[in-house]
């Protein structure tokens, strides 16, 4: 590249930087606007916000989507409680959230139709939250002895607001309360130390509800684009209850009428007062005269139903398969899942699906690749798709926690308390070791009512379903066993082999201590490379003299199990 080269560049950027500036609303408040000051260690605690607690700016939509999920539900609450107080003049306002952008002025905008804030709640929420919570905030970052505790601790002073100033050199919040006749605008540039409340100079717009607007900064215009939003407004709130809308906008050509007012609104001269000349085409001929058109449409991010927050009585199987494909992204459909309530020091709801094939790309010794399988939500919203919810043994299963009163640190993106992490995992893995289970009772069942289901000497021959998906999953289940001591005895359980008795057939080691002779005070099993190298191995003779059932283990995994399992029922392998 030449000098002349990088110049041009320079020059080049420098323009688009003052095009920006050209084109991004300049701040000016209202000479009637009131000017509140920020103390001095609100700069630290925006500082620590938009520089430390948040890995990801994405996040800034997910927050104001949450803000504004519980705006609407706050004010529905309301409306059943108290209509008289808060119904418009009866009017019905939808309750929705709406976002969209003006890309020339580079601003981006959520609004909703929830309770809406007055004068003093714009000052208190949005200015005396910030003032009086920093000491305390600041306090627990710098007096923890444990610095997680210390980040823990900042959920209940409510900052999450200020993630708008990730991508944003100034954010203005209109709201409008069914309680304050007057509809408010409070304003604030990132990094000044005060904020501007004042009249609203459109007057009550918003009718109830709020509207944020952020200006964005100029390396956050990525966010300045629908499709980009469109990703993640679906994303985030893809099962939130409220309809949460965002505004697409198209421009196209249209061919226009010769007789249409052209651009500086002047009349066509009449046809009489054309004049002809040579080589003049046929009005056929000619090129057609078009204009731009824009159309707008708000296209809706949120269709999908949160079916686990049902009863589950009410849930059709077609309707958790195609719930499993949305919001798993695979094709096929799930071999089994559990819907359920867990209640206790923790409440949550979940489902927790089995897949029918390994994950594409799952591998079980590189199984913390595995991401997304599991996705935590707090009312709906989505929080994260990373949490270690399940051991690695477990990282197959997908499915979702849902908990309205799980406490979060203030970014969402770590628990408040480690051990609120483990409560939830624990529960988990019970539920998906006893889904596993039934799984295969319910296969063993079939199997014994189409043993006893015979056409002539035939026997009605029916596919275990178990035994196809264990097939897939043994070895996790195994590698469980070895890891997982606590639930050690509840996944031997599901442990299947061949034996020197079962006719070819998978069996468990239920199965094969039932048939135990009564002095045998031990499990036989020997271990080769595959079932008909055992069969005629030479150290099975000596048992099969005795009549002695051997247990065939082919994976060179078995031989580890064993010794982790040490014994099975009383009875020493």
Do not use: C
Request: charged letters at 35%; zero cysteines.
């Amino acid at each position: 590249m030449g000098a002349d080269d990088s110049e041009d560049i320079d020059d080049a950027s420098d323009a688009a930087a003052e095009k920006s500036a050209a084109t991004k609303e300049a701040y000016n408040p209202p000479a009637n606007a009131e000017k509140f000051a920020f103390e001095a260690e609100v700069h630290k605690m925006l500082d620590i916000v938009v520089n430390s607690l948040y890995q990801n700016k994405d996040v800034f939509l997910r927050e104001l989507i949450s803000n504004a999920s519980d705006a609407l539900d706050k004010i529905r609450y309301l409306l059943l409680t108290e209509s008289d107080k808060y119904k418009e003049g009866g009017e019905e306002i939808p309750l929705e959230v709406q976002i969209f952008l003006d890309e020339e002025a580079e601003t981006l905008t959520i609004r909703d139709t929830g309770i809406g804030m007055t004068y003093d709640d714009m000052v208190k929420n949005l200015g005396t939250v910030a003032r009086s919570g920093t000491g305390k905030f600041l306090e627990a970052l710098k007096d923890s002895n444990n610095p997680d505790e210390g980040i823990s601790q900042i959920g209940q002073f409510g900052v999450g607001f200020y993630s708008t100033f990730l991508v944003a050199d100034r954010v203005t919040v209109a709201s409008k309360n069914p309680q304050d006749p007057v509809q408010h605008v409070w304003e604030a540039e990132n990094g000044a130390g005060d904020f501007v409340v004042y009249p609203d100079p459109r007057g009550n717009t918003l009718k109830r509800g709020t509207e944020i607007t952020l200006h964005l900064k100029d390396d956050s215009v990525e966010y300045a684009d629908e499709d980009r939003l469109a990703t993640l407004a679906k994303h985030y709130s893809e099962f939130v209850t409220h309809k949460i809308s965002l505004r697409k906008t198209e421009t196209m050509d249209v061919e226009i009428e010769e007789d249409e007012e052209d651009i500086d609104g002047e009349e066509k001269k009449d046809e009489d007062d054309l004049e002809v000349t040579e080589g003049d085409e046929d009005d056929d001929e000619k090129t057609p005269k078009t204009k731009k058109v824009t159309t707008e449409t708000w296209e809706i991010m949120n269709s999908e139903q949160a079916i686990w927050t049902r009863d589950k009585d009410e849930v059709e199987d077609h309707e958790y398969q195609s719930f499993y494909k949305s919001f798993s992204g695979e094709y096929g459909n799930a071999t089994s899942w559990t819907h359920f309530k867990a209640e206790g020091s923790i409440n949550f709801d979940s489902i927790l699906y089995l897949p029918e094939e390994v994950p594409s790309g799952y591998q079980l010794g590189n199984i913390d690749k595995v991401d997304g399988n599991m996705k935590l939500y707090v009312r709906k919203v989505l929080i994260s798709d990373e949490f270690d919810l399940m051991p690695k043994y477990l990282g197959f299963v997908k499915g979702v926690v849902d908990s309205d009163d799980l406490p979060l640190n203030v970014n969402r993106e770590t628990l408040q308390e480690s051990k609120i992490l483990k409560i939830i995992k624990k529960k988990l893995v019970r539920k998906t070791i006893d889904l596993i289970r039934s799984l295969a009772k319910e296969a063993d069942k079939e199997d014994a009512e189409a043993e006893e289901d015979k056409d002539g000497d035939e026997k009605a021959k029916k596919t275990n379903k178990y035994l196809t998906w264990y097939s897939k999953f043994s070895n996790n289940l195994k590698y469980g066993l070895i890891d997982d001591m606590a639930n050690r005895p509840k996944l031997a359980k599901l442990l299947r082999y061949e034996t020197s008795k079962s006719d070819g057939k998978m069996v468990s080691l239920e199965d094969y201590m039932s048939r135990l002779k009564d002095w045998q005070d031990q499990i036989y099993v020997l271990g080769g490379t595959d079932v008909e190298t055992l069969r005629n191995s030479p150290f099975l003779e000596p048992l099969k003299e005795k009549d002695l059932e051997v247990i065939f283990m082919t994976d060179p995994v078995d031989e580890y199990v064993m010794q982790h399992l040490g014994e099975f029922e009383g009875k020493k392998n």
